[in-house]
């Protein structure tokens, strides 16, 4: 999904025995586990270290910028890498650079520095850039060709299980269940006030210990292992490529919807736990237990639903429908009190679910030739996890921590893609030169 990037099978997977390529599919389905567990814990994350750390809004959703701008940044550079060194070179690198970021927990957390935070995230980005570049390709080598795509829905089904199961770990193993208000840390002494904080800080470390475990042992098991290698024979795709792309409109307009789209999920997740909290009235533990229950079922529902309507509905009706429904349940989030609020948002994880596929998908119609350059922007506008809620945060401090004015950036996002669902997809004739 890379600039450049293109695959070839291997003869020997077209033939393929599915025993041959049964555990080397499980490492790699594994990797879509891996690197759904990160993003899905920065939920728990961003209000945890605001606690720890003692930051603001916008300053807590620096954790996204970290993570999100690793992958625009890596994009391109994580083509490179496994054009030279190949899949399963590329892979192993990718998980040892993801398994050094989490490691990069611990001195972070002792000496509760957030600046190390988001140097350990945007190194744990960097690694998991690469595995998403290589996943995908790889897991529709692995085996029959004519299995590809369920292979790729397999994968896709096992990272929606992270948005269930992440919140719930990081809710039971790094909050504390206590928050004190600023008028009580004021009132403790100093060490009083530093052991707490320290406590909070520390938390974070065994959950970020056995993900940096994980990322090694799959790093270890593909290095003994004897998998097929994909070869790359696609030309360098030069920057003009690129702006040339966006003459079609529809990708144009796909790309900013992507962008919408992926801001506004992170948005939703990343304040989850403390609207919640603040107006669901519920405590942390129990906002990050509503956060992979209501939310992250939803979701997953959704990834599979959601494909089942598509066979019933055009992909651009469902999209409409999907996104009118989220823009609703944001307004009730934004207007509500109590636990109507967590049921608006936990409800919109669902209709969420088929926004990416969906959008990429109608993004790429009648590309022809530029089909992997689209293919590549579009990957590229996830940069919109890492700007939007940061917009967000800077909103809900200027309103004195009003987080539900806040949602009114996933709200616009919203808009964003209803149009590109009633207009914007449309694919325009281009007059060649």
Not at 264 to 289: L, N
Not at 308 to 313: A, E, S, V
Not at 339 to 357: D, E, N
Not at 375 to 387: K, N, R, T
Request: with cysteine; glycine share 10%; charged share 15%.
């Amino acid at each position: 999904m890379q600039p450049n990037q293109t695959v070839a099978i291997p003869s020997s997977t077209k033939e393929g025995s599915k025993s041959k390529y049964l555990v080397p599919f499980i490492l790699v389905a594994f990797l879509f586990f891996l690197w759904g567990m990160v993003h899905n814990l920065d939920g728990i994350l961003i209000p945890h270290l605001k606690k720890a750390c003692q930051l603001n809004n916008s300053q807590s959703t620096l954790i996204d910028v970290a993570i999100f701008f690793a992958y625009f940044l890596m994009a391109i550079p994580a083509g490179m890498i496994l054009r030279k060194w190949g899949y399963k070179k590329g892979i192993i690198a990718g998980l040892i650079v993801a398994g050094i970021g989490a490691l990069m927990f611990l001195p972070a957390a002792n000496s509760r520095t957030y600046e190390l935070f988001l140097l350990a995230l945007f190194v744990i980005g960097c690694g998991i850039t690469i595995l998403e570049t290589a996943a995908n390709p790889y897991a529709a080598v692995l085996g029959d060709p004519k299995g590809a795509s369920t292979r790729l829905n397999l994968g896709a089904a096992i990272n929606g299980l992270a948005v269930f199961i992440a919140p719930l770990i990081g809710s039971a193993f790094i909050f504390s269940g206590i928050n004190h208000t600023a008028e009580e840390l004021t009132a403790m002494t100093e060490v009083e006030r530093l052991t707490y904080l320290d406590m909070e800080s520390a938390s974070v470390k065994t959950p970020y210990m056995f993900i940096a475990g994980g990322f090694l042992l799959v790093a270890i098991l593909f290095f003994f292992f004897k998998l097929p290698e994909v070869k790359d024979e696609s030309r360098t795709a030069r920057f003009s490529d690129f702006i040339r792309a966006f003459r079609h409109k529809h990708l144009t307009w796909a790309v900013i919807a992507q962008f919408a789209y992926v801001g506004a999920q992170v948005c939703v997740t990343s304040f989850f736990v403390r609207m919640a909290m603040k107006y669901g009235g519920v405590d942390e533990k129990t906002a990050g237990f509503y956060l992979g229950t209501i939310y992250g079922i939803s979701f997953l529902a959704g990834r599979f639903i959601g494909t089942g309507l598509t066979r019933f509905f055009s992909s651009e009706r469902l999209l409409l429908t999907f996104s009118i429904i989220a823009a609703a349940l944001c307004c009730v989030a934004m207007l509500s009190h109590g636990k109507v609020i967590i049921y608006s948002l936990g409800a919109m994880g669902f209709f969420m679910s088929i926004m990416f596929p969906t959008i990429f998908a109608l993004g790429l119609v009648g590309l022809d030739k530029e089909t992997k350059i689209g293919g590549s922007l579009l990957v590229m506008a996830i940069v919109g996890g890492a700007v939007l809620p940061y917009i967000m945060g800077r909103i809900i401090d200027a309103f004195n921590d009003n987080i539900q004015i806040g949602y009114i950036v996933p709200l616009i996002c919203f808009l964003v893609i209803i149009y590109f669902a009633i207009s914007g997809y449309k694919v325009k004739k281009i007059e060649q030169n």
